[in-house]
């Protein structure tokens, strides 16, 4: 039994996870951003109680407790070197959590933590597997051998910032033109927004005025009932996916490739017209091709692999 | 005792290597390419009993032979699967080499086989390495815990096959704006010329008829002597390597990665500014950084990578 700790800017998430990756019990708090560390985790191990009580378990029968955290991490040490949007640095969060229970504490960046997730869930069988999560920025997680590979220092798999187009629009990494840059949902938002200015007779404009505000979701929605402007978006927005990902495969060759954030509930839709680029594009002419998948997990993704992660590193 | 082979389009070259990586002797013939595998793995196996006795050895005291092939290679059944410039297809060449020597053989693509060379010689303390080779093309080889890093279908590392200008100038593998069309020597032959055109009175052109014809070290021997144009080809260039070798840090931050081909002699005329651009652009602001070096073995690291991983495989 394990319990897997989802720390977002917004919300701390905290599952108790079976051996298998199921979900048995779930519960969250607001993570009110700002506070100390001490504060955070202390609403963690509240957390940590309430799930395992709900499971109908108790906190004894938990074999370790593993915790995706945004930032650069040093897994290692179980610190959160430096995290932006929580104002931690340096925090030692394993140890501050092993005040609470005398059990092994893994902690792993949440991209990495989601990686694992969706690879131990659906890639197992991979010995490489690569993770693009699309959201407000463009995430990444590598698997090699069952490890998460996370570089020498604990920052790799910054997928998100490869170059795509040198010298293009600004990053906020402080570089042009990369990946995330074009691929986020962010960007698709950006790139629909300038299509509706561009076409004032194209549906995207209506679709707004029924649901409040432009998401990732008004191109690929408008697209699907025939509107030609939000064609065109989607289209160029999977290009741009796609020119990332055939990257990523050039340099990986990965047995299993998965797409995830909320862009990739899309499916085929996204998927069958990425695999055309990037199987047409990519530099292996003569040997098998990468399995290109969306994720399963979804938003249960940073609990299941933190979980599985401290399963598998303990 | 072990026998390296770096199969080259021009030249098989063989040498006998000891256990550290040191070439004891070396021979070569050239390929003749288009010959059938069989012929050529006859020549190879001239070679060996040749650079055994040179070196005062026999074969019967070499443990194993590494081969480097270029192109797609399986080294698991030792087929190259595809060589472009060989023209080679499914050509069973480690079960050929066995016919004449009854060791082990182990196969490689040729920019893994070097990889593995600067890896063993100058970076074995790495846990992850990264060889970038800038020559006609941009070659790759990843080594992560002591293992070339192959992907699933032995086709990965296709480093210079990542995009660096979307869209931009084609590539001879039918995508456009690849790492290589911008940071190969003959890329920088192209820029070279270029600029020549551009500028007249660039001392360029007159190196040019000191030395016969353009080549990689035109614009750098020209920009020393502070031509103007020539210093302005030399730092675009380095900002193209730097702007891909930005990318390979942030989606790797590898303990050690190594510029090799005929441009890394330049040492650290090329290694400052590319550290620089690299240091000020990479994602990781607040943990240690990636060792960048230039290659130390140059023309050896096929024979001696050949060699070492063979030692390592078998």
Redesign the interface.
Same mark, same amino acid.
């Given at each position: 039994m394990y319990i897997g700790i989802d720390l977002g800017g917004t919300n701390i998430a905290v599952g108790m996870v079976d051996d298998n990756g199921k979900i048995l019990a779930q519960e969250s708090l607001p993570t009110l951003s700002g506070r100390s560390y001490e504060e955070i985790v202390k609403d963690m191990a509240v957390l940590c109680e309430k799930v395992a009580e709900q499971s109908g378990h108790s906190m004894k029968e938990v074999d370790a407790i593993g915790i995706g955290s945004p930032g650069?991490v040093d897994s290692e040490n179980g610190v959160v070197?430096?995290a932006g949007n929580l104002k931690f640095e340096k925090a030692p969060i394993a140890l501050e959590m092993r005040k609470y229970f005398d059990i092994p504490v893994n902690l792993e960046n949440d991209a990495n933590a989601a990686a694992y997730g969706e690879y131990a869930v659906c890639g197992h069988e991979?010995?490489?597997f690569v993770f693009i999560t699309l959201g407000t920025g463009v995430g990444?997680g590598?698997i090699?051998n069952n490890q998460i590979?996370?570089? %020498? !220092?604990?920052?790799?798999?910054?997928?998100g910032?490869?170059?795509?187009?040198?010298d293009g629009k600004p990053c906020t990494?402080?570089?042009k033109g990369c990946f995330e840059v074009?691929a986020s949902v962010t960007a698709l938002i950006e790139q629909t927004v300038q299509a509706m200015s561009k076409n004032p007779e194209s549906m995207m404009n209506d679709w707004i005025k029924e649901n409040g505000h432009v998401s990732g979701r008004t191109a690929f929605e408008c697209a699907a009932k025939g509107d030609e402007a939000a064609m065109q978006v989607k289209d160029t927005y999977i290009r741009?996916v796609a020119?990332?990902v055939?990257?990523?495969v050039?340099?990986?060759?990965?047995?299993m490739l998965v797409i995830g954030g909320g862009i990739s509930r899309e499916g085929d839709v996204l998927l069958k017209p990425l695999k055309g680029y990037v199987s047409n594009?990519? %530099? !292996?002419?003569?040997?098998?091709?990468?399995d290109i998948q969306t994720a399963k997990l979804f938003n249960d993704a940073g609990i299941i692999g933190a979980a599985l992660a401290a399963k598998n590193n303990v």
């Open positions: 650069a070197i430096f991979a010995e490489s990444g590598i090699i590979y996370r570089g %020498f !220092n604990g920052a790799g798999a910054e997928i910032h490869m170059t795509l187009k040198m990494c402080g570089r074009y741009y020119e990332g055939t990257s990523i050039n340099i990986f060759q990965p047995d594009g990519d %530099f !292996n002419k003569f040997m098998k091709k990468t």
